[in-house]
Structures are given as structure tokens and as C-alpha cells.
């Protein structure tokens, strides 16, 4: 009891640290938030382009299901506990700093850049954070976020038409200070919604930041779920017809690996969830896994070079003796 009542205080005041009064974010929780939710454009791109080479005969639907399937692996697995019980024991370091953990930020990087590469594949390329941030936001809101885009796309003169497929509206309609205000919006309803979920405590405020310690794991795993069914009403028919930019000829493969294993946190949460059970190879793993070898062919010549490279003195002390002549 002791120790439950300890990290309770510690979860409140981590809370107070992210998570203002009035339920918004501090600047700092916000600028981690919004990074997380969005993936840069290239990445996305790379993804796709990467998964095209690997189902070279998919079509443009049955790559959507593929990313979907993957999506769901790293969100929905037994490794995937997004609650972040483990990051309880530290929580006066982690959690104060409003420091992600490991499981939350491949959640939230994983969403980001499911949403993304299917807005691709409908030829709606996310240019900038704020509009990639909307667009996940809106999709883990479901349809409250639904109800959002559309009030603010009614607001700046839309019509009816462009209310049921709402991904485009977000993605390359919507005016840019009308996307902030509708993002501004987004973002306090979705820390007030799980807020609600948690009894009004800030522990609840926090699930999004993965320190609900007990029930974030479930919360992610059914936000995950909404966030695959309800991308299929966001973003309408799939097209039959990939945009040129996703052909995996347009890039060198070698240059989509080196994008795709930027993509951290989600290899390193499909690396935990691998420990734990048998998983379907991703496109992301074999570009992490280059990266590693890069790296460590990198260090071994580094530890070559310092073994083999020490300068030479002459009897005058000079470390370079032709220079000394």
C-alpha cells in the first residue's frame, strides 16, 4: 500500500507538471506531444515505397490492409503495454520531465505514421506537423474528432460534400489558421476525454503520455482499434492508382532504409514486443537492423583508426616530423 500510495503522489505531481488546470498542456508536454504525432513527409513516403518493394503485385488496397495489419501488431500485442508500468519506479525522474516512455512514444510514432502513409497512398500528402498532428489526433478521437473536423470545415464555408471523407479536409482544405485552431481544440478534448475515462484524475490526463501505469495499456490498445476503423471512413474509396512519389522506383532503396530507421521508437517497441512473441517482419526492422550494422562497422573502424593512426614524435617533439624538416 505504501509503495501504491507513493507513485499515486508521484503520477499527481508529474500530472502538474504537464497538464495545466484548464486541461491543456504545458508548453513542453505540448511540443513532446506534437512530435510524436507526426512523422516527416520523406518518412512516410519511404514506408510505402518500402512496403511496394516487399508485395511488389499489392494493390493500392491491399497495401492499406498490410500497413493496417502492422499498425495493429505493434499496438495490440502483449509487448505493447502502453501503460508504461515499468516506468512507475522512476517516475520522479521520467515522469516530471514529461519524458515519453519507450512503449508510449511507438504507440503514438506508430499512429502517426499509419495515418500518414494510408493519406499517401489516397493522394493526400501531409505537408506539415500541424495538419499531420489534426489528422491523428482526429482519428484516435473517432468520431467526436469526426465532429470537430466537420464543425470547423463548416465554419470556414465548406460544403456538405466534404464532410464524410474527412481526411482531405484536414490534409489540403482546410485553411492553415483554421487547421491551428481546430488542432488547438483537438488536443484539449483529447486530454479531457481520457481524463473522463479515469475518473477526472490527473493519472487519466496523463494516459496520453503513457504514465496511467494501470489502464493505459487497454486504452491504447481499443484507441488503436478506432483509430483502423475509423481511418476507413476518414479517407473514403482507396484509389487504384498509386501516386508517382510512392513507386518504388523513384527512390534509391538504399535512401528509404536510411529514412526508415530514424523511426526509433517503433523499432524499438516492435523489438520488445519480439522478445515476447513471434511477429510478422516489417520493413522497419530490416532498416533498423542495417542501421545497427552501420553503426557498428562505423565503431569498429573508429577503433582501428585510434589503434592505428597515433602520432609520431621525432627527437625535437614535433608530432608531424615533416613538418618539423
Known sequence: MAKSSAAKKGLDKAAKLAVNEDGTLNPRAQS?????LSVQRPVALAYVRSLRRKNPEATPEELIKIIRRHYLTLTTSGGAAVGATAAVPGLGTTAALGVATAET??????????????????????????????????LMLGKDG??????FNKQAGGTESMFSEWGSTVTK??????????LRKLRKTFIRKFAAR???SLVGRLLPFGIGAI?????NAQMSRKVADESKEAFGSTPTIFPLETDPEYVAPKKDRKLLAGLKNVAALRGKIKKNKAIESDV???AAEEDASNMGSSNTDASADNRTDKPTNDRTGNDSPELGK
Open 198 to 200: 479515469a475518473g477526472g
Open 32 to 36: 513532446m506531444l506534437s512530435k510524436l
Open 215 to 219: 489502464i493505459g495499456g487497454v486504452v
Open 146 to 151: 469526426k465532429n470537430l473536423v466537420q464543425r
Open 105 to 138: 512514444a511507438g504507440f503514438l510514432e506508430g499512429t502517426a505514421l499509419f495515418a500518414q502513409a494510408i493519406s499517401e497512398i489516397h493522394g493526400l500528402p501531409v505537408q506539415d506537423a500541424n495538419r499531420a498532428n489534426a489528422l491523428v489526433l482526429g
Open 284 to 286: 522497419i526492422d530490416e
Open 173 to 182: 482544405q482546410l485553411p492553415a489558421p483554421v487547421v491551428d485552431l481546430l
